[in-house]
């Protein structure tokens, strides 16, 4: 599938400083599109940016801001002036491990703020303009962890819970309309982020760990085809031993239990 010809010529990254985000940029890129990547950290955005543009002779436009603040939107619109945007990646995301009661309300509500409510602003906004174009697509990332309960996870579990539902409820009534939409969920994926919080093994039976070229690539191929998928085939089998085979109440307890053990709580 040509990205460029179905859907349009520019694509939004939020959250495409590095991992799985700058692996969507890369790939859009090398698909032919140009880019407006988002992210808090200019400098490595902009170090995307430089290196996209040069392999791949695409324009690239960055936006440093905070996308848990309440205005991101209106940010993101100023720095547009105008243009529009033909497929959308929303790959942002603040995921607190730990106990619930050990994080403040406030950085609960900055996750809320940052994983559901950002990212359900850009999806009314510029699916409402793929809509009126007839052509378009949103892709949201998701987890595994919001698939059933998942303590020391739990602000960011129900965020991802959230996206997966919301993306699967849009596929439905887009579907016929030429916008497509896709809820993308990771498992564990080689990121930054995902390296500095030092994990440990779980187990032989423990799915590998991606790499987020692996997420990415998976994506397009399952883009327009199903409202939501699992990247990975140890992930898919995981997900299905715990979502079909396991009570829910095992299932949220081998959940809890593997992060616990991994971070160490």
């Not at 599938?1 to 940029?25: C, D, H, P, R, W």
Request: glycine share 8%; aromatic share 8%; proline share 3%.
């Amino acid at each position: 599938m040509n990205l460029k010809q179905k859907y349009g010529n520019t694509a939004m990254v939020a959250g495409a400083s590095e991992g799985i985000g700058a692996a969507f940029a890369t790939r859009l890129a090398a698909e032919g599109l140009d880019l407006i990547l988002i992210a808090r950290r200019l400098k490595p955005l902009q170090q995307l940016a430089d290196l996209l543009e040069s392999k791949y002779k695409v324009k690239a436009m960055c936006i440093s801001i905070d996308l848990s603040g309440t205005d991101a939107i209106q940010q993101i619109e100023k720095a547009l002036n105008g243009r529009e945007i033909s497929l959308l990646v929303y790959n942002a995301a603040l995921s607190y491990i730990g106990p619930f009661i050990k994080n403040s309300a406030e950085n609960h509500s900055q996750a809320v703020q940052l994983n559901m409510i950002t990212p359900l602003k850009m999806v009314r906004l510029y699916g409402e303009k793929m809509l009126e174009k007839g052509k378009g697509a949103v892709v949201l990332m998701t987890s595994l962890a919001g698939f059933q309960g998942s303590g020391y996870l739990s602000v960011y579990a129900a965020t991802k819970a959230f996206i997966r539902i919301l993306a699967e409820s849009l596929w439905y009534e887009w579907k016929n309309s030429g916008v497509d939409v896709i809820a993308c969920c990771a498992g564990a994926t080689a990121t930054p982020g995902y390296k500095n919080t030092h994990p440990e093994k779980t187990g032989f039976l423990t799915p590998r760990v991606l790499e987020p070229e692996e997420v990415a690539d998976e994506c397009f191929k399952k883009l327009g085809k199903q409202p939501s998928f699992i990247a990975g085939t140890g992930n898919r089998l995981a997900s299905f031993v715990m979502q079909k085979i396991f009570p829910r109440k095992m299932a949220v307890k081998i959940m809890g239990d593997t992060t616990k053990k991994m971070y160490r709580l």
